[in-house]
């Protein structure tokens, strides 16, 4: 096995390889290789990511890379390894996790890592398989891929290989490997893991390298007490309440909000029972394993900050003063809720200065959703246009409760200031997406790739890194869910 941890650069894959978690040290990972799958095939790819990899388009079409993103074939330069995390699950302490399937290939020249997802078994794989099955890897790559083009930050998506290798699940399915990237795949429980084994030293190896490598702002003397390890703690609940206030205004629920599946740069990772809203119900459950509704979509920011308290206690013995520890944790709350309703203004078109009656405005409307059970993304959407036009009766003709919804329009349009608004319509389309990933959609690229027809992906992905476009093609994407798409079932099972 490679075990160079030098500053040579090596290129494979058309990549430059340095490996700057593996410097790290054995505490962290194990070295390990992907395990190879028989007869891998292409099932997705984004061209978009390669050509910001400055990969050329032929990329995706070499066997070679096709074979080395399967476990086929070692990568030259990389240093492939398994990370160690613990984490809490679903609110219990779960001991020691880690990655069970993904394993980290290394990192580019220009700092992003790479990880082969369902590359097989790991140290840390427990009971569990190494897997991942194809349908679950056309969900998450899919929803990366979407998620950046809503611009809610995320680990990204890059390619997807399958193999007719069996996989069981509840069934017999087959085998996929995500080759996905992120400048760092460190979650909350790398921290917990260290810290509720009091090895204080990796603690601090691993706070230092988070800082180092992506928060150097965190060792100024603005952090809290001027302690750099209450200044990462805090830079990471900030960006987590922008995180969560962009899921919550798109509408989007994570399904596994376990501090494993935290990432320290707040990006949205580990798509699994995910789901976009369909209809606006506040207290939805997308996670069929979800019994008890802990990770229900109006309770995301509160787990957040119930996950963000998790990382807090485990950095405690660095940052060691506890005022300091409240005081990181503080912005949350306050960039969270202005996040929250500065996007939910633009939503609304509302591009002047807060006004005071903005969040009942906020609020009524989405009480008004709810008890209607109004389409999120349709409603949104049909607002924009109808504030373009000033023809509102493709939004009203949503609401059961027209008399309510006509009471609402009164004090909106009062507040908008008349309309028609061109203006605030451009900026309303830009902000309140066409296209989200349904589960629905999602299904049916699934069901298609199960038959070897891989083109519902490519043009599900189309469509969606640029979801506020109109894409004529693929207006059907847009539609209404089917009456079926209530049926479909998301759990844990991937
Ligand atoms: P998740 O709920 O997908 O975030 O997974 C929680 C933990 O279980 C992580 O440590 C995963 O690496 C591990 N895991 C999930 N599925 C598998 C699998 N099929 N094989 C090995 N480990 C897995
Ligand atoms: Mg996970």
Request: net charge negative; with cysteine.
């Amino acid at each position: 096995m490679n075990q160079r941890t030098d500053c040579h650069d090596t290129t494979d894959l058309g990549l430059t390889w340095r490996n700057t978690f593996a410097a790290l040290g054995n505490d962290f990972y194990t070295r390990l290789s992907p395990q190879p799958l028989p007869d891998p095939y292409w099932v997705a790819h984004s061209e978009t990511l390669a050509g910001e990899l400055g990969l050329m388009p032929s990329w995706l079409e070499s066997s070679e890379h096709l074979q080395a993103l399967s476990g086929n074939r070692a990568v030259t330069g990389a240093e492939p390894l398994a990370s160690v995390y613990s984490g809490h699950q679903f609110g219990v302490w779960a001991g020691q996790l880690g990655d069970g399937r993904a394993i980290l290939l290394g990192q580019t020249a220009e700092g992003m890592e790479l990880q082969l997802k369902g590359a097989g078994l790991t140290p840390y794989s427990r009971m569990a398989d190494g897997r991942a099955v194809l349908r679950s890897t056309v969900r998450e790559f899919l929803c990366s891929e979407a998620m950046h083009g809503l611009q809610v930050p995320t680990t990204r998506a890059l390619c997807v290989t399958g193999s007719d290798a069996p996989v069981y699940r509840e069934t017999a399915e087959t085998a996929a490997v995500l080759t996905r990237l992120a400048p760092s795949f460190v979650r909350f429980g790398h921290f917990e893991h260290f810290s509720a084994r009091a090895r204080i030293d990796q603690l601090k190896t691993l706070g230092d390298y988070v800082i180092d490598h992506h928060y150097p702002q965190c060792r100024s003397a603005d952090a809290p007490g001027g302690n750099a390890y209450a200044g990462l703690l805090q830079v990471v609940s900030e960006r987590t309440a922008k995180m969560l206030a962009q899921w919550q205004a798109v509408g989007f629920c994570h399904g596994v909000m376990n501090t494993d599946n935290m990432s320290i740069l707040g990006l949205t990772i580990d798509y699994g029972p995910f789901q976009f809203l369909d209809t606006y119900q506040p207290g939805h459950i997308c996670n069929h394993s979800d019994t008890q509704g802990r990770y229900a979509f109006n309770r995301q920011p509160n787990v957040a900050y119930w996950n963000l308290y998790c990382l807090a206690q485990a950095l405690l013995p660095l940052i060691e003063e506890q005022p300091l520890v409240l005081a990181a944790l503080e912005p949350f709350k306050t960039v969270f809720l202005q996040e929250f309703e500065s996007r939910m203004r633009a939503k609304l078109g509302l591009l002047d200065s807060a006004a005071p009656e903005d969040r009942p405005l906020v609020e009524d409307i989405l009480s008004l959703l709810a008890r209607s059970g109004i389409d999120y993304t349709i409603f949104w959407r049909r607002l924009s246009h109808s504030v373009g036009s000033g023809d509102v009766t493709p939004v009203r003709d949503l609401f059961l409760d027209a008399a309510g919804f006509d009471a609402w329009w009164v004090r909106y349009k009062q507040r908008i200031g008349g309309l028609p608004c061109q203006q605030q319509s451009d900026v309303m389309l830009r902000t309140n997406p066409k296209f989200v990933l349904r589960n629905h959609l999602a299904e049916l690229a699934i069901q298609a790739a199960k038959q070897k027809d891989f083109s519902v992906i490519a043009s599900l992905l189309e469509v969606l890194e640029a979801p506020f476009d109109e894409h004529a093609k693929f207006e059907h994407y847009a539609d209404f869910p089917p009456e079926w798409a209530h049926s479909i079932e998301i759990s844990c099972s991937s």
